[in-house]
């Protein structure tokens, strides 16, 4: 062997398989408990449902895909909207392509095809329809309504509250209850033509014997 060799330890990556989920757990959780938690997740059904139905670069990692669709969460949850509104802004593009398709499509089979025109100008409008709705969540997302909360104003003692609307150069009088506070007076009862009166001393009802000693606790 020449001296001058040198080996060199080439490590190729054990490749994984892309349709196992690569579970990460630390000592304090059940293997039983993680697996149910990723099978229920939600992050997890919409990777797998997305996986499926994308095939533009082949099978990917699923468990890469739920990474990706959990930092997506992420974003949405801390209150980064950005993605979201290239999502919609990308999908209103492609509606109003699919819209001009369909609507050419339309045009073509006019005249000779009814039927076929019919379809494509129905199925054409729908994209438009929907176009349509996709910007209007768009403009709600750059600019949310501003919403008017009427306030009950409630406080102790008289009030008095004008609700009327000035639509003109005249002012409208405000139509408020009078409340009048009234003094603390005693109970004036007729009976028999007598008034109970406060200024001067009554009899003394007697005491019930049956309730007049009470045990000391």
């Known amino acids: 062997m020449n001296k001058h060799t040198t080996k060199k330890n080439m490590t190729e990556p054990v490749k994984r398989d892309p349709n196992i989920i690569q579970i990460t757990r630390n000592e304090y959780e059940s293997i039983e408990k993680v697996e ?10 919409n990777a797998i449902t997305a996986r499926s139905f994308s095939k533009i670069m082949g099978v990917t990692d699923i468990t890469e895909t739920i990474s990706v669709m959990q930092e ?3 974003k949405v ?12 802004t990308a999908q209103s593009v492609t509606l109003d392509t699919m819209f001009n398709e369909l609507a050419r499509r339309a045009v073509l089979n006019m005249g000779e095809h009814l039927s076929a025109t019919e379809t494509y100008m129905r199925l054409a409008l729908k994209a438009q329809s929907q176009c349509a709705r ?3 969540v768009l403009a709600a997302m750059k600019n949310p309504p501003i919403v008017y909360a009427k306030q009950a104003n409630i406080a102790h003692g008289n009030q008095q509250v ?9 002012h409208t009088p405000a139509h ?3 409340i009048i506070n009234q003094p603390n007076n005693l109970l004036e009862v007729n009976h028999g033509g ?10 003394t009802i ?3 014997k049956a309730m007049a000693t009470v045990a000391a606790q």
Do not use: C, H, V
Request: no cysteine; aromatic share 0%; glycine share 4%.
């Open 77 to 88: 949850n801390a209150g980064d909207l950005t993605e979201l509104e290239a999502t919609l």
């Open 162 to 170: 004008n609700n009327a609307t000035n639509r003109s150069n005249t």
């Open 176 to 178: 408020a209850e009078k």
């Open 72 to 74: 997506k969460a992420s």
């Open 134 to 136: 996709t910007i209007e």
């Open 194 to 203: 007598k008034e109970m009166d406060g200024r001067t001393a009554q009899t």
């Open 206 to 208: 007697p005491e019930d």
């Open 36 to 45: 149910a938690e990723i099978s229920i997740s939600t992050t997890t059904l």
